[in-house]
C-alpha cells in the first residue's frame, strides 16, 4: 500500500513557474514508477509525465515538453514535477499517481494522490 500527497498548486500568471511534489508514504515506494496526470473541468485525466523507480527514464507528454519536467529523490519517497513556462491551458488538477511500471494511461497506475489545484491566468 502506498500513499500519495500533492502539495505545490496554486495560481501563477502565464510564463510563471511551480513545483509541485508528491511524498510517498510506504517501504516500498521508491520501487514504484511514479507519474503526473492532470485534469480540466469538463475534461477526461490526462497524462502528463511519468519517472521510472530508479529516475533513469522519464517521458513528458508533447505538450508539456521542454516546459515541464519530472524527478525523483528516492532518499525523501518524492516525486516533483517542476512547471516552467505556464499557460492558461495548463490549468488543472494535478495528481500523482504510483505504479509498477511506467505509463502514459491512468489504468497504468494503482495508487492516486488527492490532487493539487494549478491556475494559471492570462
Known amino acids: 500500500q502506498v500513499q500519495l500527497v500533492e502539495s505545490g498548486g496554486g495560481f501563477v500568471q502565464t510564463g510563471g513557474s511551480l513545483r509541485l511534489s508528491c511524498a510517498a508514504s510506504g517501504s516500498t515506494a521508491s520501487s514504484y514508477s511514479m507519474g503526473w496526470f492532470r485534469q480540466a473541468p469538463g475534461k477526461e485525466r490526462a497524462f502528463v509525465a511519468t519517472?521510472?523507480?530508479?529516475?533513469?527514464?522519464?517521458n513528458l507528454a508533447d505538450s508539456v515538453k521542454g516546459r515541464f519536467t519530472i524527478s525523483r529523490d528516492n532518499s525523501k519517497n518524492t516525486v516533483y514535477l517542476q512547471m516552467n513556462g505556464l499557460k492558461p491551458e495548463d490549468t488543472a488538477v494535478y495528481y500523482c499517481?504510483?505504479?509498477?511500471?511506467?505509463?502514459?494511461?491512468?489504468?497504468?497506475?494503482?495508487?492516486w494522490g488527492q490532487g493539487t489545484q494549478v491556475t494559471v491566468s492570462s
Open positions: 519517472v521510472n523507480c530508479s529516475g533513469a527514464y522519464t
Open positions: 499517481a504510483a505504479g509498477v511500471r511506467v505509463g502514459d494511461r491512468p489504468a497504468n497506475y494503482d495508487y
